[in-house]
């Protein structure tokens, strides 16, 4: 009898298309983010999420509560500073995770060693529109006309304004709005006038042991059309462009226009006490630096974002992208990789939700939609994803990025020589990508 109501009971479940709770599939997330699991235990109203780690915990929550699947969702958060040491020392011990958050810049070290599993025809079955991504985002998951990853989001640098520093300088435009400068010359001459007017730095950037700077130096050059790697991915660290982008950072530090001795918190308490201009930093920026201009005590009352100024002639700005994959698994395993599937369209039906972290969404559709332009300041910087600029699909980057922080603060730091700098970090950065091109 127990068996006929057993095999009844699987009968009617097959019929209705849903798993028992007996076959319920559980697959592992790796990311980072932060721990916050405690905070936002069992919430799954979205609308009480705050920041990259309550909204990706809540979606999570709200995955695991609301699939018809009997899916669920095992978040592992690893600290940022050794999630991928953690993340590599998986994939190497036979043990990856079946979903992993990735950095675009780290993606080509998993993509060219065979780490990663295809996911274009997948996304197309579970109905993932890649011709909605934004270009940037989806070049940044596609190789050899394969997609190799979901991309999450944009995140770039922004100029953080106050405006009434601006007004108070004279550099206003006809409506009243930060006038900002078209040309080096030009930003030197604002520096100046700002200066002058105000008694403040143009800039607050964070200047110590930080890649913003490099992140300013790197758009510069792209906006002269240069790069720091050529097409047969060779170093360019000593092009005229470089050179150019290296210059002008040096000039402003000389002047007196940024801060040589801030690090990130100084950079950013002096913009938030109305001790700086123009607070050179990312997207994540945005809504804390809103709430902080609230504040009565705080030196900052008029807030605005602007898009990165073009210099150079061309529009262009560091950025990268959080982007999710699915490691290659050593024994495949269809249901969780269904369930993986599921859990990736379920992020990209709720980009727009990630895109309240500050982060620029990657679905044109939700980009250009005004309920993303009710976001606080989004219409002020919603065309950094038509500009958006990264580096080529290089291996070791992160490699490359700390090279250049190193070699680059030193200029301003210890006086170091421009052009040795330069050669040094050419000859270094030579060597990295060899070891690359010949693996």
Same mark, same amino acid.
């Given at each position: ?8 009971a ?22 980072f983010?932060g ?16 920041g990259?780690?309550? $909204? $990706?915990?809540? #979606?999570?929550?709200?995955f695991?509560a609301?699939n018809?699947?009997g899916i669920?969702?095992?978040?592992q ?7 991928y040491?953690?993340?590599?020392a ?9 979903? !992993? ?14 780490l ?7 996304f197309?079955?579970v109905?993932i529109?890649?011709a ?9 998951v596609?190789?050899k ?13 922004l ?10 300088a004279g #550099?206003v ?7 900002m400068?078209?040309?080096?010359a030009e930003?030197?001459?604002h ?14 950037i964070p200047s ?6 490099a ?14 790697v050529?097409?047969?991915?060779k170093?360019q ?10 210059r ?7 002047a ?15 913009f938030?006490?109305?001790g700086? !201009?123009?607070?050179v ?6 809504d ?5 201009a ?6 900052l009352?008029?807030?605005v974002v602007?898009?990165m100024?073009s210099?150079?002639?061309k529009?262009?700005?560091w ?8 490691p ?8 969780k990789?269904?369930a993986? #599937? !599921?859990? #990736? ?8 939700h ?7 969404p990657?679905?044109?559709s939700v980009?250009?939609?005004?309920e993303?332009? !009710?976001l606080?300041?989004?219409a ?6 038509t500009?958006?600029?990264a580096l080529?699909?290089?291996?070791y ?8 922080v ?18 040094d970090t ?14």
């Open positions: 009898m127990k068996v006929k109501t057993l095999l009844s699987t009968l009617l479940v097959a019929a209705l298309g849903t798993t028992p709770a007996s076959a319920a599939t559980e697959i592992s997330l790796f990311r983010f721990g916050c699991s405690d905070e936002y235990a069992n919430v799954t109203d979205l609308s009480k999420a705050v990259e780690c309550g $909204i $990706i915990q809540v #979606l999570a929550n709200k695991n609301e018809k699947e669920t969702v095992k978040t958060s690893v600290e940022w500073g050794v999630y040491d953690r993340l590599s998986n994939v190497a011990g036979r043990t990856p995770p079946d979903i !992993a958050v990735m950095h675009r810049s780290v993606l080509p070290n998993y993509l060219l060693r065979n990663l599993q295809p996911l274009g025809k997948d197309a079955t109905g529109d890649t909605d991504f934004v270009p940037v985002a989806r070049d940044a596609t190789y006309g394969e997609v190799w990853a979901l991309p999450f989001d944009v995140h770039s640098l100029w953080h304004v106050n405006a009434d520093l601006f007004a108070k #550099l435009d006809a409506n009243g709005q930060p006038k400068p078209t040309s080096p930003l030197l001459q520096a100046e006038t700002m200066k002058a007017k105000t008694g403040k730095p143009y800039f607050a110590g042991a930080d890649p913003m700077p992140w300013q130096y790197l758009s510069w050059v792209w906006q002269q059309g240069g790069n720091i050529d097409a047969e991915k170093a660290l000593e092009s005229k462009e470089s050179k150019e982008a290296l002008l950072l040096n000039a402003l530090y000389a007196g226009h940024a801060n040589r001795n801030h690090d990130y918190a100084a950079a950013q308490q002096a938030l006490a109305g700086a !201009a123009v607070l930093n990312g997207t994540w920026g945005v804390t630096y809103a709430e902080q609230k504040d009565p005590k705080s030196g009352k008029k807030y602007r898009d100024p210099l150079y002639g529009e262009a700005v950025s990268d992208s959080h982007t999710w994959v699915l290659t698994q050593p024994k495949p395993d269809a249901a990789q269904k993986a #599937l !599921a859990f #990736l369209k379920f992020l990209n039906d709720h980009n727009f990630w895109a309240r972290t500050g982060h620029l990657v679905r044109a980009l250009q939609s005004a993303m332009r !009710a606080p300041h989004r002020e910087y919603t065309r950094t994803a500009i958006a600029t080529p699909p290089i291996e980057q992160r490699a490359h990025m700390d090279l250049l190193n070699e680059l603060n030193s200029t301003w730091l210890v006086n170091k020589d421009q052009n040795k700098a330069l050669a050419q000859r270094a950065a030579s060597a990295i990508l060899r070891r690359s091109r010949h693996r």
